[in-house]
């Protein structure tokens, strides 16, 4: 059986997906579930090898981009010459996805400042790739064996959120998320809405009655559409362990509702997944790390963890519809 072609991103040089990848390629176990490609540059490869005292990668193991000067940047440290190289290992790999030369794509931690710097004013991968690919609709989605969470709202400051909720924005989301939760499961799946509010509103007490006025509608329409779905739930106590035995999934409305419990119970072999896309994405549920870069200390088990994942869904993967 052919195994499925995995493009994998180095993420930023200076941050810890060179090391990580390094460790990815030089896995044995990993050559049992996925042919991996890292898309970066072997001389940044080389030069962390080299640093670490760590065996060079196979250059058939690389997508070669030569879009740094290996010699030219400090590990942990911002630069744009690294937010620009990221943002071209990432881009590209989307193309091959896009084209079918990868089944799909598992990305190394960028850093946004380090994007910003270079003059691509994204939040983050999720963002170029709902543009890269024309998404009519897409959300972030972390998942563990303990916990997973989708969000509705990602990477916007808290003041922003309530006028960003809206009843089909939420219903997107829940439609995504059940869609991609029975293929991961193998059923269907029961999810948990999260309220917005202290309470979950209170009816009305707190907040501007966002539950009732567009968290419910949506809820009630994903069930008139044979989603099951309970919510919204008080966010402080949703996440308690009786309701994470009862569910497969949450959907939350702002980042940190979900990724503070998700990092707190799975930090380690969560796996972040665009949903929603033409093409297959998952990704590392950390950062660059850049004050542990090149120091041999990372580790590699969500990088892991994100290609077995990516390999599981691209065998029969289908865009996640209504």
């Known amino acids: 059986m052919t195994l499925p072609r995995i493009a994998v ?11 990580l990848c390094l460790r990815l390629l030089a896995d044995p176990a990993v050559r049992t579930f996925c042919s991996a490609v890292v898309y970066g540059d072997i001389g940044v490869l080389n030069r962390v ?4 005292g760590r065996p060079r990668p196979d250059p058939a193991g690389v997508n070669d981009l ?18 620009a ?21 598992t990305t190394a931690p960028l850093n946004k400042e380090a994007l910003h710097a270079a ?5 983050g991968h999720t963002e170029i790739l709902a543009s890269r690919t024309n998404a009519e609709r897409s959300c972030m989605m972390l998942t563990a064996d303990e916990i997973t969470c989708s969000l509705v709202t990602v990477h916007v400051g808290y003041r922003e959120v309530p006028n960003l909720l809206t009843t089909a924005r939420i219903l997107d989301t829940i439609e995504l998320t059940a869609a991609a939760m029975e293929r991961i499961r193998g059923r269907k799946p029961r999810l948990l ?30 069930r008139g559409k044979g989603i099951d779905i309970d919510g919204p739930l008080p966010p402080d106590t949703a996440f308690l362990a009786k309701y994470r035995r009862a569910s497969d999934a949450y959907v939350c409305m702002y980042h940190d509702q979900g990724l503070i419990p998700l990092k707190a119970l799975a930090f380690e072999e969560a796996v972040n997944v665009t949903l929603g896309l033409p093409i297959v994405r998952t990704s590392v549920d950390h950062g660059t790390a850049f004050d542990i870069a090149w120091q041999g200390v990372a580790d590699v088990s969500s990088l892991v963890q994100a290609v077995k994942l990516a390999a599981r869904l691209a065998k029969g993967y289908r865009p996640a519809r209504s």
């Not at 090898?49 to 670490?52: I, K, M, Q």
């Not at 290996?70 to 911002?78: D, L, T």
């Not at 190289?85 to 794509?105: E, M, S």
């Not at 809405?193 to 009630?220: Q, S, Y």
């Open 119 to 123: 003059g691509f004013p994204y939040p």
């Open 9 to 19: 991103t180095m993420g930023d040089p200076a941050g810890v997906g060179p090391e």
């Open 85 to 105: 190289a990221a943002y071209r290992y990432f881009t590209r790999a989307i193309d091959d996805a896009l084209t079918g030369r990868v089944d799909a794509i």
């Open 49 to 52: 090898a080299d640093h670490l």
């Open 193 to 222: 809405a999260c309220g917005l509010n202290p309470h979950a509103g209170e009816h009305g007490l707190f907040g501007d009655r966002e539950e009732e006025r567009v968290i419910t509608p949506a809820v009630e329409a994903a």
């Open 66 to 83: 030569r879009a740094i000067d290996a010699a030219g940047f400090e590990p942990g440290r911002v630069s744009a010459a690294c937010g």
